[in-house]
């Protein structure tokens, strides 16, 4: 072919190119910007977790508490104060909780029940890290009274447990009967 018989150039090519390049790098950001919601997501259900486990393990320990020698049987007090049950201290709130979710357990504007560390093995901290948490769990134990068959009194337990940041927080609440006359005798 000679020269003046070739069809002049319109660029197609480049344009269906430049087209198809601006597609896939709409989907690309699309697609790393969801990823990246995806993270926050998993963050967060970490941290819900770790909320809830502390609270159990909080509630867990109320409830070893009450059973053990006799702590049942001691006095109500007029809770007002926050203890250590790492320092051997434990109480028996006659007062109500206020509020029990948000500030997590206050009787009349002041910060109540018993702090637990378990093992003294949780890094608090006021900085967000993987492996830290906000505050200790804190629990309180309410007496009720009388179970329904009067055999018995019942307790109210409320724990709170908090992740790495001051959002995640769980609380969870639990009755729990101590009956006079039963003795554990040990495992079979």
């Avoid at 409320?158 to 992740?163: E, H, K, L, N, P």
């Amino acid at each position: 072919m000679s020269a003046a018989r070739r069809r002049p150039e319109r660029g197609m090519a480049l344009v269906s190119s430049l087209l198809l390049l601006a597609v896939v790098t709409v989907l690309a950001l699309g697609m790393f910007r969801t990823l990246g919601v995806q993270e926050q997501i998993a963050g967060n259900l970490r941290e819900k977790e770790r909320a809830l486990h502390a609270a159990e393990d909080a509630q867990q320990y109320a409830e070893w508490w009450l059973s053990t020698a006799g702590n049942a049987a001691s006095a109500t007090v007029a809770c007002s104060s926050v203890l250590n049950a790492n320092l051997g201290q434990g109480q028996i709130c006659s007062n109500k909780l206020t509020t029990v979710v948000n500030p997590p357990l206050q009787i009349g504007g002041a910060d109540v029940g018993v702090t637990i560390n378990p093992g003294n093995t949780m890094n608090v901290t006021t900085t967000s890290a993987r492996d830290t948490y906000v505050r200790v769990p804190r629990f309180s134990i309410s007496d009720v009274g009388l179970s329904a068959d009067a055999q018995g009194e019942v307790y109210q337990i409320d724990a709170v447990g908090y992740g790495g940041t001051q959002n995640a927080v769980a609380v969870v609440e639990s009755t729990f009967e101590i009956k006079t006359g039963v003795v554990d005798r040990g495992s079979p």
